[in-house]
């Protein structure tokens, strides 16, 4: 069984910083990509950044220049250090990754999600 779990979230002041975390864990498994959605409330949920199947990132245009994606491939982890942060920014953060396994094939996993909050 595979699992995402996230820590990071939390609140700031408009203008602060935060940075999330997300590891995958279990046996027997490979990424095909991993990153952040969030979703604010009455909202749908959103692609924040990204790591492609092929390596590459992509952001939603509202955080480019503000947050970056990273990742550590050999601990299955992916950060997102978010920057000025605004009020708009306030969700909750949701890692999601498709993970191959000999059993479930390609699937969709999301963690938890962290709650970030950012006060204007």
């Known amino acids: 069984q595979v699992q995402l779990v996230e820590s990071g979230g939390g609140l700031v002041q408009a203008g602060g910083s935060l940075r999330l975390s997300c590891a995958a864990s279990?046996?027997?498994?490979?990424?095909?990509?991993m990153g952040w959605y969030r979703q604010a409330p009455g909202k749908q949920r959103e692609l924040v950044a990204r790591?492609?199947?092929?390596?590459?990132?992509v952001y939603v245009d509202s955080v480019k220049g503000r947050f970056t994606i990273s990742g550590d491939g050999a601990k299955n982890t992916v950060f997102l250090q978010m920057n000025s942060l605004k009020a708009e920014d306030t969700a909750v953060y949701y890692c999601?990754?498709?993970?191959?396994?000999?059993?479930?094939?390609?699937?969709?996993?999301w963690g938890q999600g962290t709650q970030v909050t950012v006060s204007s």
């Open positions: 999601n990754s498709r993970i191959y396994t000999a059993t479930t094939l390609f699937r969709d996993y």
């Open positions: 279990g046996s027997s498994f490979s990424i095909n990509g």
């Open positions: 790591f492609t199947r092929g390596g590459s990132i």
